[in-house]
């Protein structure tokens, strides 16, 4: 079974102390690791995580912590959803396959994935002003918005784009 280990910052893991594992798990081969942060809105607790691997992002809202129990199911279907909505194409249960179980660790202090979350907060924050309540924020469009900008990282490609031909690669070699 493939496990994918969602590294914490330090602000996330105090609030999910109970939820975190050791490390002991070899990583997702595919998609590699992900770091996550937290941030609010109208009180509401939302996780902002990139892939280090192709610094794509994924914006998961509302976050409760009853229902960290369920963090797999989450993960993978607002992932599904957000790549639908920027237009690369996988079946729930290739990316399912490919996720498998999550794995919420203690920090691992990777500054580059921490600097690209810090900065990303810096346009969550404007989008938080322009539509003012949790329930007007178009998640999707916001997440499509973050992942349409060029990364000096990966060569200035759009995370989309690195995200897709990640995708890409693997059914093609499954086939």
Same mark, same amino acid.
């Given at each position: 079974m493939n496990y994918t280990q969602i590294y914490t910052t330090r602000k996330l893991e105090k609030t999910i102390q109970k939820s975190i594992v050791e490390k002991n798990e070899i990583e997702n081969k595919i998609l590699g690791e992900w770091v996550a942060t937290i941030f609010y809105m109208d009180r509401k607790k939302c996780w902002l995580i990139i892939n280090k691997?192709?610094?794509?992002?994924?914006?998961?809202?509302?976050?409760?912590?009853s229902e960290l129990k369920y963090i797999?199911?989450?993960?993978?279907?607002?992932?599904?959803?957000? =790549?639908?909505?920027?237009?690369?194409?996988?079946?729930?249960?290739? =990316?399912?396959?490919?996720?498998?179980e999550i794995k919420l660790c203690e920090t691992n202090n990777d500054r580059s994935a921490n600097s690209?979350?810090?900065?990303?907060?810096?346009?969550?924050?404007?989008?938080?002003?322009?539509?003012?309540?949790?329930?007007?924020?178009?998640?999707?469009?916001?997440?499509?918005? =973050?992942?349409?900008?060029?990364?000096?990282?990966?060569?200035?490609?759009?995370?989309?784009?690195v995200m897709n031909e990640t995708i890409k690669a693997y059914v093609q070699l499954r086939v």
């Open positions: 691997l192709t610094t794509y992002l994924l914006i998961l809202p509302d976050i409760k912590t797999t199911k989450l993960f993978t279907e607002t992932l599904h959803s957000q =790549l639908k909505n920027d237009g690369i194409a996988i079946d729930y249960g290739t =990316l399912s396959g490919i996720i498998g690209s979350l810090n900065n990303c907060m810096y346009s969550i924050e404007d989008w938080k002003i322009d539509y003012s309540s949790f329930e007007n924020l178009p998640f999707r469009k916001i997440n499509s918005g =973050l992942n349409s900008s060029p990364n000096q990282m990966m060569n200035w490609k759009y995370p989309k784009e």
